[in-house]
Nanobody
Framework: VQLQASGGGLVQAGTSLRLSCAAT????????MAWFRQAPGKERELVAS????????NYADPVKGRSTISRDKTKNTMSLQMDSLRPEDTAVYYC????????????WGQGTQVTVSS
């Protein structure tokens, strides 16, 4: 199974963007999927995660209330809807997954650039 991210781009502050991640090459049967991001000069950080089985979600404080993570088990896809975007949301966003039954992200997709202009 591989992960393929899409949906990044250049947007203005205050607008919305939807990132998508597709698991291809097989059926995803892991425990979690998540989005991380990495801004220039900063460490990679968790943005949001979703437990694959029951859809339970978790959000980092900087995006809480402005973002919604979801998954479609029938399509093997995950999405991140981000609203009220801020310049500080500018980063490369990575979709990732845990193929095991623990909180350990061992499968990574390529990054997608999100740039928010002020």
């Amino acid at each position: 199974v591989q992960l393929q991210a899409s949906g990044g781009g250049l947007v203005q502050a205050g607008t919305s963007l939807r990132l998508s991640c597709a698991a291809t090459g097989g059926t995803f049967s892991g425990s979690y999927m998540a989005w991380f991001r990495q801004a220039p000069g900063k460490e990679r950080e968790l943005v949001a995660s979703i437990r694959w089985n029951d859809g339970r979600t978790n959000y980092a404080d900087p995006v809480k209330g402005r973002s919604t993570i979801s998954r479609d088990k029938t399509k093997n896809t995950m999405s991140l809807q981000m609203d009220s975007l801020r310049p500080e949301d500018t980063a490369v966003y990575y979709c990732t997954a845990s193929t095991k039954l623990v909180w350990e992200f061992d499968l990574w997709g390529q990054g997608t650039q999100v740039t928010v202009s002020s």
